[in-house]
Each structure stands twice: as C-alpha cells, then as structure tokens.
C-alpha cells in the first residue's frame, strides 16, 4: 500500500493523558498537513511541513499540541493534557512538489475519543 | 466566517440518474477547487479538480464546472451508481506566503443513490 499511513486508526484517553499519532506520508511527498474533522463539518488545518521545517501552524493548534518531521519522511502529532474538546478525526496527508502540489493524499485517520 | 460553503447537507438521487452538487465560495483568492469523497471509516479521497482559468473538467463519470463570477462550482456525476453513496467535500485552494497550498473544505453533501 503506497497511501498516506496513519497510526493508530483509533484512541480511547482518559482527560488529562497524553496521546500522540504517527503519519507516513506517500514516499517523495515533501509536503505533509495534518488536519482535524468533527461531525459534520470538512477538515480543518492544523499545521504544515515542508520536508523537516515546520512552516505554518493554525490558531486552532493550541500549546498542548505538538507536532514534529524529524527527518522529513514521518511526521507525530502530540496531543498533552488532553480535554474533550480534543475528541475528532485527525487527518494526515501529504502532497508531491511541482505542480502537482495543488492536490493533498488523505490518509484514513485517527479517531480520538477523550472520556 | 464559512468561505466554502455547501448548503445541501444531503442529496438522494435514483441510480442511472444525475446528481448534483453545488459549492460556493467567498474569496477571490482561491485559484484551484477540488471535490473530495469519503466514505465511513476512511479518509477523503481526491475526485476531480479545476483550476480557475477553465470552467469545466471532466473525467469520465465526474465533471465539476466553474462559474467564477458566482463563486459557484457545481459536481455532475452521470449516470449516478450505489457505489457513489458517500459524503462529498468540495476545497478551495490558495497559495499563502508560506508556500503552503491551503485547502478550505466546506462542511459536506451526503449523496445517497438509491438503486
């Protein structure tokens, strides 16, 4: 499977535990997101890698958030003091360089839920 | 403020028939639109894209139109099959000085074909 990766599928915390997911984005995608979804609206962004710089993070990425590219291939994406307020799918995708940039690979999610 | 929206949050259509899904759209920004599917469980899958210099693109079952001066786009698919029941997001995409191409989703359409 050459898609957008994404690990764990599901997590059950409890209020205040830390949490972290992991995304493999498609192999030569220098371009990696993450994105947050709740019931019934689209994905929201949430920040944004250009190879291992983080280069834009959204207001909605509060200071409990943390998300890292180490080596500009795999991305984590650290949730701490979890509220739950943070239960939602949180989507990864990534795009090539170029031109076809313009279109982002999703990849299945992780779901949280925060009891 | 909602810069994509999508005012039909479902649609139910007969199998063999048309579907069709209206987007707008607020800022003049955005140069680039793509529809997104998502079926349960997953996450959304890239379907058809148009860049704003044309009106219209096709791609076998799908053709997604432009109206520019309306901030309109609309997805057609024909003829509409059982295996297209899933929620379809339709993004907006504009280029910020991060040299991140950012997607603005609007909140979804549910299309059910029924066959």
Wanted: aromatic share 10%.
């Amino acid at each position: 499977d050459t898609g957008v990766s994404q690990d764990p599928r599901h997590k059950i915390t409890k209020r205040g535990q830390n949490v972290t997911f992991r995304c493999d984005p498609i192999s030569e995608h220098n371009r990696l997101y993450w994105y947050r979804q709740t019931l019934g609206q689209g994905p929201e962004f949430l920040t944004y890698f250009q190879n291992e710089a983080q280069l834009e993070k959204s207001r909605l990425l509060s200071d409990r958030f943390s998300a890292e590219r180490p080596k500009g291939s795999f991305s984590t994406l650290e949730i701490q003091r979890t509220e739950q307020g943070d239960s939602a799918m949180y989507l990864c995708a990534s795009s090539p360089p170029g031109l076809a940039e313009n279109i982002q690979y999703f990849g299945a999610g992780t779901r949280l839920s925060v009891l | 403020d909602q810069q994509v929206k999508q005012n039909s949050p479902s649609l139910s259509v007969q199998e063999g028939r048309i579907s069709i899904l209206n987007c707008d759209y607020t800022n003049s920004m955005f140069d680039y639109f793509l529809w997104y599917k998502k079926y349960p469980a997953e996450g959304p899958t890239f379907l058809i894209s148009i860049s704003s210099i044309k009106d219209k693109n096709e791609d076998g079952r799908f053709t997604v139109f432009l109206n520019k001066s309306a901030k309109h786009l609309s997805l057609h698919i024909v003829p509409s099959q059982p295996g297209d029941s899933a929620v379809y997001f339709c993004a907006a995409s504009d280029l910020k000085d991060t040299g991140r191409r950012a997607l603005t989703f609007g909140s979804g359409t549910r299309l059910q074909v029924q066959p």
